[in-house]
């Protein structure tokens, strides 16, 4: 039992925190959010040069052939720096398709850019009455000659604007709610007959509504079982849950970092605030919440490896909804231990409440996630 | 990072079931499921099974006849012993005042004391606490004045767990009033059959009796039952209170009220149906278990940090296992009042109701109520928020 980093993955922390003090204060992320896609292309190339992009690919695809853990610490360095860069979906979830469901053939045309920087993805998933199932798809994948057509309708694509390529999750068979019948399909946002909408989020980030009309792709798309891609997908989106779990983790660390600092900054009655035991209490209850969320982080992070998926999901699960508890407990707290300064946009704090809070409803909320660890059976 | 017990891990948990389904009475383990009060010599006949066994102090040294375990070790064993359930070694012993004779106390000690706290030779008691002094600690009152080879100790402590079981009882006495309140404290060993004591019960709301004011009128004690230096005390307590922090989180013992509660909850029915398929009661007890599974992680995770780097000092963080360790403690003691509703009202034990199987039924209130303790003691909940804001925060 070790919950120690290696030397090799302080040395990465180190190094993502020494990238991020240099590359991404607050006024440099307002800059990058006006870039085209609402992200910057100079910090992309460095996480490229820095060998972070392909961090969890096989050597043999080009990759470090690193594990879950060094994913968190990136994740977790991302979420401080509140990163708006498309690691999530370009390397944790498009390219955890192709590590754990593509072909050779498919891992050799995207892998390599990926790798190095020079293309990115999104996840197409969301639908207008999907929520949180993943299952819940109308979108068609119906097969056409050698290849595919797909037609429908995904909201919410996070880096929708700038992906070249999207991941789509498409009804291949059955009705709309079957969990089976679901494919993924590679689909190049160039392809005619794609519709897009983009906009800002709340959290600072830019997604894209696309829609699909007659949207025809090659037979080589499909990444696995383009009937039934049930594994594959439970097993991509835990890793992308446990990632934002880490994100999240983050994310509160710096919130509760920022506002203790400013506990000891502000004075009112003649005295520094922090000297208040109230003050100090929530302060504490705070840091109770980001220990409790840190544990569940690393649990979910190591889950990813259990061999047994209903295992790996419970624990995911349950550190999404402690994730979720703190999120809320710290992002609300910080805001009101600011008081006033905490609601303006010019404080950096409230823009960490903001992501926590769409972390929160990202890929299953508490109240999902709860009816999952439950169908599941006891956790403890 | 790695989840994983090691072979020799897994080997020893396994050693510790099979020795538990081999040694424990049924009759012990039945009355601890329904939440009652075992008797002395019930207690004490089997904590002498488990020194026989050599793991009544498992975690103390080998040189001070501990089997060496390591901090993991430590773990497995009282998480078997709650989850299965059996009585843990008493803390004041093992826990407590073991640790400060063998790393404070002076050769003569060791010797004396150490072999009769493995075998419940000596039930120990904790006399800390005082009617004046509750998280205010250090400004206790019961003084100890020196005069020729003996001190004389006046004064009163309280909420003395156990006293009325105990033979020795580790105070903490004032012995220099004219410094600074932490400054002036020592650490002294008395026999509670010393001329001078009166031992008082406290009755507490869940009807039971485990805590009492001990009372000390011109009481004599030799001053070899001094620990380390004279005005030291305070020092000697820090650390016992930090000693066994990790075992304060009692994850074990809400583990096995959580399967109770579950077991529990498939026989009560509400609406026609068992109360544990109610969606609004399963989402609550899912909501605990997930908090308790973070306990664990985070109690885990400050296991394995003393494992690699030694007991030193302890953790601040560890306060966080005590908010979260009570606070579930209540959570779980607040869900089965709440599984058996209206069927916790009745008071009295010995008379036969209609309800079913009266008798653990009937401890289910108390143990409500009397779970209210944990958040207060062992430096209250708002102590640690204090220690979590002052040391980890810097506030």
């Known amino acids: 039992m070790d919950f120690e980093f290696s030397e090799e993955q302080r040395l990465l922390k180190e190094s993502l925190n020494g990238l991020f003090a240099e590359t991404y204060n607050f006024e440099q992320r307002k800059k990058y959010m006006k870039e085209k896609g609402g992200w910057s292309k100079l910090v992309w190339q460095k996480l490229a040069e820095q060998g972070l992009l392909g961090l969890p690919f096989a050597e043999s695809d080009g990759g470090v052939g690193a594990g879950a853990v060094e994913t968190m610490i990136v994740m977790e360095a991302l979420g401080r720096a509140l990163v708006l860069e498309p690691y999530l979906p370009t390397v944790v979830i498009c390219g ?3 590590r754990h469901g593509g ?7 995207h892998v390599p850019s990926i790798i190095d920087g020079s293309r990115t993805f999104a996840f197409a998933q969301l639908e207008r009455s999907s929520r949180y199932d993943l299952y819940d798809i109308a979108t068609s994948a119906k097969k056409r000659g050698n290849g595919w057509v797909i037609d ?6 996070i880096n929708g604007q700038n992906a070249d390529t999207l991941v789509v999750t498409a009804r291949s068979k059955g009705a709309q709610r079957d969990k089976t019948g679901v494919g993924v399909f590679l689909v190049p946002t160039n392809a005619n007959g794609i519709g897009k909408k983009t906009y800002l989020t709340q959290d600072g980030l830019q997604a894209a509504d696309i829609t ?7 037979a080589d798309a499909a990444i696995g079982d383009s009937e039934n891609g049930v594994l594959l997908i439970e097993r991509v989106i835990d890793e992308a849950r446990a990632a934002l779990c880490a994100e999240a983790v983050g994310a509160m660390d710096e919130s509760l970092k920022i506002t203790v600092e400013y506990l000891k900054t502000r004075t009112q009655f003649g005295v520094l605030i922090g000297s208040f035991q109230s003050l100090q209490h929530r302060a504490a209850e705070m840091f109770v919440a980001l220990e409790q969320a840190r544990s569940m982080s690393m649990f979910a992070t190591m889950a990813t490896n259990f061999v047994d998926a209903a295992s790996r999901a419970q624990a995911v699960a349950a550190a999404k909804v402690q994730i979720g508890r703190s999120g809320k407990v710290i992002g609300q707290q910080s805001i009101q231990l600011h008081g006033g300064i905490g609601m303006t946009m010019e404080a950096r704090i409230g823009h960490y409440f903001k992501r926590l809070t769409m972390i929160e409803s990202t890929l299953g909320d508490i109240g999902y996630h709860i009816q999952r660890v439950n169908e599941i059976g006891a956790l403890v | 990072m790695d989840l994983a017990l090691t072979n020799e891990e897994h080997a020893f948990r396994e050693e510790v079931r099979q020795f538990l389904r081999r040694a424990v009475p049924p009759a012990m383990r039945c009355k601890l499921v329904k939440g009652a009060q075992l008797p002395k010599d ?9 020194n026989k066994k050599g793991w009544c102090v498992g975690q103390w040294p080998k040189e001070y006849g501990g089997a060496g375990w390591t901090p993991v070790q430590h773990y497995i064993f009282k998480e078997e012993l709650q989850m299965y359930p ?4 008493l803390a004041f012993g093992v826990g407590m005042v073991g640790p400060v004779i063998y790393t404070f106390g002076n050769e003569a000690q060791k010797k004396h004391y150490l072999p009769r706290i493995a075998n419940m030779d000596d039930w ?5 606490s005082e009617p004046g002094s509750g998280s205010d600690l250090a400004s206790l009152k019961t003084k100890a004045e020196r005069k020729g080879d003996r001190y004389v100790i006046n004064g009163q402590k309280t909420w003395t767990t156990f006293a009325q079981y105990a033979d020795m009882i580790f105070c903490l006495c004032r012995t220099d009033p004219t ?3 932490q400054a002036g404290i020592s650490f002294i060993l008395v026999d509670l059959k010393s001329r001078g004591i009166t031992v008082r019960p406290i009755q507490t709301i869940d009807g039971g009796y485990e805590v009492n004011e001990v009372f000390f009128d011109d009481v004599e004690v030799p001053v070899e039952n001094l620990v380390g230096e004279e005005n030291k005390g305070w020092h000697y307590a820090k650390f016992l209170l930090g000693h066994e922090r990790t075992g304060i989180a009692r994850v074990g013992v809400s583990k096995e009220r959580v399967r109770r509660i579950r077991e529990v909850a498939s026989k009560f029915e509400s609406g026609g149906q068992p109360l544990i398929d109610d969606p609004a009661f399963r989402e609550k007890l899912t909501s605990c278990e997930i908090e308790l599974k973070a306990l664990e992680l985070t109690q885990l995770r400050i296991i394995a940090h003393e494992s690699k780097h030694g007991n030193g000092m302890p953790n601040p963080a560890s306060s966080v296992l005590k908010i979260k360790g009570s606070e579930i403690q209540q959570t779980t003691t607040e869900l089965l009042l709440e599984v058996i509703g209206p069927f916790a009202a009745p008071y009295d034990k010995n008379v036969e109701s209609s309800i079913e199987a009266t008798d653990w039924i009937a401890q289910i209130a108390p143990s409500y109520f009397n779970n209210r303790k944990v958040s207060i003691y062992g430096g209250s909940n708002e102590i640690q928020l204090n220690i979590i804001s002052k040391v980890v925060l810097g506030l």
């Open chain 1, 96 to 98: 955890g398709f192709l």
């Open chain 1, 103 to 109: 072909s050779v053939a498919q891992k050799a045309a």
């Open chain 1, 152 to 157: 429908g309708e995904k909201l919410l694509v």
């Open chain 1, 212 to 218: 699909f009309t007659g949207v025809e792709v090659s």
């Open chain 2, 42 to 50: 019930e207690l004490v006949a089997w904590w002498r099974l488990l």
């Open chain 2, 86 to 89: 059996a009585p843990v070694p």
């Open chain 2, 124 to 128: 120990w008691c904790q006399g800390f």
């Open chain 2, 179 to 181: 410094v600074k309140k």
